[in-house]
């Protein structure tokens, strides 16, 4: 545990484990309704061995305080990779090493395998967020000199805190996403009332051709998930990532069965049975006006069911429930035939070697232009009628 004084008489203190904060005061002071951030989702991680030293997410995680009053809270983790970020920093790595220094480790601020924009520093009533970033940042720029850590991280934050932060100094980073606005629709088909005929008809086909393979979905919240129904979706989960890439996945067993399974209505599961028996299933968690689309997992594949799973039953949910917003995950260009729009999301980085910083700001910048540019076309591509 370090702690680093401040002018302010604000001290910044770092956590090597989130058993080190009662659950309740970090929920207090953190947006639980932004289910990442609550204590039971983060701690879950680390108690399940998802992000421990070993798997290079080791917890530093910030509590600001005055006195014995803790006033805000922040996930932070040095890492020693760059793996389960969807920030992607490789060439970055590569030109430390060329220029013969270590980019190992970093600090990164961030959901860990979870790329949705949401809070990450929280403050308590009465602490203004601007002047809570700036002696947060202090303390980790203190940090990283007494530690000899190359960078600090911010991932996905919102566009005001991005903003921020830009004027601070660090360098701000853009990219894209694909996501689901709720436009006051009513039902599916009002919602494909405003694709033109051509889209229109191949999502209708799409779901039609899941019906015809003799599929049947079901769509369970919070304890209507059983432990049949989570072993049943980790080993889907486990499958897939070992097609995809050679590994059972960043998450284990322990971490549905136990931290998953304990965000109660927080968690929506997708199932799809053939002849009564589950063979793919996707799991969401959900705030009160977003879904969020998280993990995927057949035991054999169907055409069109990643669609329907992933993104038909997300959007129906969310017309059901009256959520405003779906973020199906990060990627993915063929979410925009179905009427997921362009979006800008955000990263903040802090690098301590003046040169190296340099060409991070100038790559940045260069950057910038690239996204904005690429939103325009994929705008252009939405399938909805003009007008």
């Excluded at 983060?42 to 305080?65: A, D, F, I, N, S």
């Excluded at 393979?213 to 989960?237: P, V």
């Excluded at 069911?305 to 063929?334: S, V």
């Amino acid at each position: 545990m370090v702690t680093t004084t401040e002018k302010t008489e604000c001290s910044v203190e770092f956590l090597t484990s989130l058993n080190q904060i009662p659950a309740a005061l970090w929920n207090d002071i953190a947006d639980v309704d932004y289910p990442f951030l609550r204590h039971e989702f983060l701690y879950g991680l680390e108690k399940t061995g998802c992000t421990t030293e070993e798997t290079g997410w080791q917890p530093c995680h910030v509590v600001l305080r005055r006195g014995e009053t803790r006033l805000a809270v922040m996930p932070l983790y040095l890492k020693s990779h760059s793996y389960g970020e969807y920030v992607f920093d490789w060439s970055w790595s590569d030109a430390w090493q060329r220029s013969g220094l270590r980019y190992y480790p970093k600090l990164v601020t961030a959901i860990p395998f979870t790329p949705a924009t949401g809070p990450r520093l929280c403050t308590a009533p009465g602490l203004d967020a601007t002047r809570g970033y700036r002696v947060v940042l202090q303390g980790i720029i203190q940090l990283a000199e007494q530690r000899d850590i190359s960078s600090w991280h911010l991932l996905f934050p919102g566009k005001a805190v991005a903003k921020q932060l830009l004027r601070e100094g660090l360098h701000r980073r853009t990219a894209t996403q694909f996501h689901w606005f709720n436009d006051g629709y009513s039902s599916f088909d009002d919602f494909l009332a405003a694709f033109n005929s051509r889209k229109r008809k191949s999502i209708n086909r799409e779901r039609k051709r899941v019906q015809e393979q003799g599929l049947k979905l079901r769509t369970l919240t919070g304890a209507d998930i059983g432990e049949q129904e989570w072993e049943q979706f980790y080993r889907f989960y486990q499958l897939t990532y070992a097609k995809r890439s050679g590994h059972g996945g960043y998450l284990n067993r322990s971490f549905f069965m136990e931290t998953a399974a304990g965000m109660g209505n927080q968690v929506v599961m997708v199932l799809a049975y053939l002849d009564q028996q589950a063979v793919a299933g996707a799991l969401y968690f959900r705030s009160s006006d977003t879904l969020y689309g998280r993990y995927w997992g057949c035991e054999r594949e169907f055409d069109c069911l990643h669609f329907e799973a992933c993104y038909y039953q997300g959007i129906e949910y969310c017309i059901e429930h009256k959520l405003a917003r779906f973020d199906p995950g990060a990627q993915g260009e063929h979410k925009i035939q179905r009427g997921f729009r362009p979006v800008e999301t955000y990263s903040n980085h802090w690098i301590s070697d003046p040169q190296l910083s340099a060409a991070v700001g100038d790559f940045t910048r260069r950057e910038e232009h690239h996204t904005e540019a690429y939103i325009r076309r994929a705008a252009s591509l939405l399938p909805f009628r003009e007008g």
